[in-house]
């Protein structure tokens, strides 16, 4: 047992807090209220942007059918504003859209300055045996599909021009090898990359015999 001298010199703990920690505290307690108070305000910072709610392919139009309006936190992205909603539908898709697909700029056509739809325009095609028929004939409206290469279980088929022309076409050893076909300007980008890589196909529109 400590005397009462002993019991004199051993250190005393204060119970006084510092004022720098009780300020800090303050500071953390309000800087958290203020993200809190900004998550809330940006959670009300939504606009209205394009959302398409079924299958569109590369080169088809998309129509107002397929567009529907979303609420979306604004977060700079290039979304297209619901309020254009009919330039959107006037364009066909660049690429296969997928429905629930918030709609960018890049993935349209025709739309925001660029291809005008309605110019007709001739793009060549170099074909395979198989992808036209045997007797396809100059002045013949066709459609043109692409056709996956190296197709796996995922990739389908994709009509990616309602309606061509053809313009011109050859053959070698019985088979068209070269075609010309006037399309719709705004598909012509599609139809000519898929052409370079020997994926599209022609299917001649024809009345039963």
Same mark, same amino acid.
């Given at each position: /047992? *400590? ?16 004022? +720098?920690?009780? %300020? ?13 108070? $900004?998550?809330? /305000?940006?959670?009300?910072?939504? $606009? ?15 129509? &107002? ?23 959107? =539908? ?11 697909? *918030? *709609? ?28 036209? &028929?045997?007797?396809? #004939?100059? +002045?013949?409206?066709? #459609?043109?599909?692409?056709? &996956? ?14 309606? =061509? ?22 598909? %012509?980008?599609?139809?000519? %990359? ?16």
């Amino acid at each position: /047992m *400590l005397t009462g001298v002993a019991s004199r010199g051993l250190p005393q703990w204060s119970r006084q807090r510092s004022p +720098g920690l009780a %300020a800090l505290a303050v500071l953390l307690v309000l800087g958290g209220a203020l993200a809190t108070m $900004t998550l809330v /305000m940006r959670a009300d910072e939504r $606009t209205s942007v394009v959302r398409v709610v079924k299958q569109v392919g590369a080169g088809q139009p998309l129509g &107002p059918d397929a567009l529907q309006e979303a609420r979306v936190a604004d977060d700079g992205a290039a979304y297209w504003p619901w309020s254009e909603r009919e330039k959107v =539908a006037a364009a066909v898709a660049a690429v296969t859209v997928l429905p629930g697909t *918030l *709609l960018t700029r890049p993935m349209i056509r025709g739309g925001d300055g660029g291809a005008v739809a309605g110019r007709a325009v001739r793009v060549g095609l170099a074909l395979k045996p198989g992808q036209a &028929p045997y007797d396809l #004939q100059r +002045g013949e409206r066709v #459609q043109l599909i692409h056709v &996956p290469g190296r197709r796996q279980a995922s990739d389908v088929p994709v009509l990616v021009a309602e309606e =061509a022309i053809v313009d011109g076409v050859s053959y070698t050893s019985g088979s068209a090898d070269l075609a010309t076909v006037i399309v719709d300007s705004v598909v %012509a980008p599609v139809v000519a %990359a898929h052409a370079v890589s020997g994926e599209i196909a022609i299917a001649a529109i024809r009345s039963q015999p």
